[in-house]
């Protein structure tokens, strides 16, 4: 084998398995979730339904996307160990795979009467001395919410979205009062999500055909949100010795990204006002339309998701915010 080759396999496997790859634990809802939703549920059936994982694996798998969702995208950036889902980990726990508590429809407080995140950690503290003190100050934490809270208080509760500004209080504070618990638990590398352009997701856009973000969306849910997140990161930066706290800037990324990728319309949308994408009619025919390239698109469903394309776009411009992390 010539020299260069040699080198090539070696370069591989080097990538392939770092000495000991950092693990990764994911907390939060759908931008996390890697196959926790249980597939009987029918209030959330759709990351188990066609055309969910159209692209990859083929198959439904429990992720919302046409393939992989942030959680995975994120895990191959910053190249930490594989990761499973809490419910298919069957007990194995051995220290060489991460694990995604996050469920699609979580609230960081309650959302559509699931449990909430605080739910996941105690599922994580249950199992945290299975890990080792180092491969747990070694780790990544992914806490994802993708506005669940509000989407259940907006359109669930049907509550005015000009009074939503308390709940995005109660629910800052929650996250500080999750994320400290972490750091309790032996957990030191924090990446938290703001959330994306509230009015610009497909749930707010399809009102309007899919031509305009809805800026009360926008102005009411993601900007106190976030603007109490990146407070909320601040402070805990002093109180996390000797740990590292990052924000993930979805709301540019999202800004950034979404117009060279199709823009606003989504690639799998329900046939009527009835329907979403994954929905199903009479004699089981589907009652959505999918686009022919999933990934010429940046929105995958007519929910809030991401095509994989767009999730490496968007970590893409995620970049230089993730060194603390390494
Ligand atoms: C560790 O556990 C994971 C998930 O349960 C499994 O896929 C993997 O094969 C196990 N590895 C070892 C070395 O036991
Ligand atoms: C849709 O847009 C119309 C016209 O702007 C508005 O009256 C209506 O309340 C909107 N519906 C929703 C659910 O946002
Ligand atoms: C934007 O959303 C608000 C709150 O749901 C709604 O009242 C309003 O009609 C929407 N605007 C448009 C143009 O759809
Ligand atoms: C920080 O880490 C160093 C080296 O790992 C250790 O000696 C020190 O006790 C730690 N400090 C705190 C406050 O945890």
């Known amino acids: 084998m010539p020299l260069l080759a040699h080198l090539s396999v070696l370069l591989l496997c080097l990538v392939a398995h770092p000495a000991s790859a950092s693990l990764m634990f994911v907390f939060g809802s759908s931008y996390g979730d890697?196959?926790?939703?249980?597939?009987?549920?029918?209030?959330r059936p759709y990351p188990w339904t066609k055309p969910y994982g159209e692209t990859w694996p083929g198959v439904p798998n429990g992720r919302y996307s046409n393939g992989h969702v942030l959680s995975d995208v994120l895990?191959?950036?910053?190249?930490?160990?594989?990761?499973?889902?809490?419910t298919q980990l069957h007990g194995g726990i051995n220290?060489?795979?991460g694990i995604s508590f996050a469920v699609g429809g979580a609230g960081v407080l309650s959302a559509y009467g699931y449990p909430p995140i605080s739910a996941q950690i105690d599922q994580f503290q249950r199992i945290a001395s299975?890990?080792?003190?180092?491969?747990?100050a070694?780790?990544?934490?992914?806490?994802?919410?993708?506005?669940?809270?509000?989407?259940?208080?907006?359109?669930v509760q049907k509550s005015p979205i000009e009074t939503i500004y308390p709940l995005t209080v109660n629910v800052g504070k929650q996250i500080s009062v999750d994320l400290i618990r972490l750091y309790q638990l032996g957990l030191r590398k924090f990446a938290v999500t703001y959330l994306p352009p509230t009015g610009c997701l497909p749930i707010a856009t399809a009102n309007s055909s899919y031509s305009s973000c809805n800026q009360t969306w926008s102005a009411n849910v993601a900007e106190p949100h976030n603007a109490r997140v990146f407070r909320n990161v601040l402070g805990l930066r002093h109180y996390f010795h000797n740990g590292s706290i990052v924000n993930l800037d979805l709301y540019t990324a999202f800004t950034n990204v979404q117009s060279s990728l199709g823009g606003l319309r989504p690639c799998c949308v329900g046939k009527d006002a009835n329907s979403k994408c994954g929905s199903v009619g009479a004699g089981g025919t589907p009652a959505y339309t999918v686009c022919p390239n999933p990934n010429?698109?940046?929105?995958?469903?007519?929910?809030?998701?991401?095509?994989?394309?767009?999730?490496?776009?968007?970590?893409n411009q995620l970049q230089s915010a993730l060194g603390p992390l390494r």
Do not use: M, R
């Open 130 to 136: 299975s890990f080792t003190p180092e491969q747990l």
């Open 75 to 86: 895990g191959a950036a910053l190249q930490t160990a594989p990761s499973v889902s809490i």
């Open 34 to 43: 890697i196959g926790n939703v249980d597939p009987h549920d029918s209030w």
């Open 138 to 155: 070694s780790a990544v934490v992914l806490y994802t919410t993708a506005g669940d809270d509000y989407f259940y208080y907006i359109n």
């Open 95 to 97: 220290g060489t795979v």
């Open 296 to 315: 010429s698109k940046f929105f995958w469903d007519d929910l809030i998701h991401p095509t994989e394309a767009g999730w490496q776009a968007v970590v």
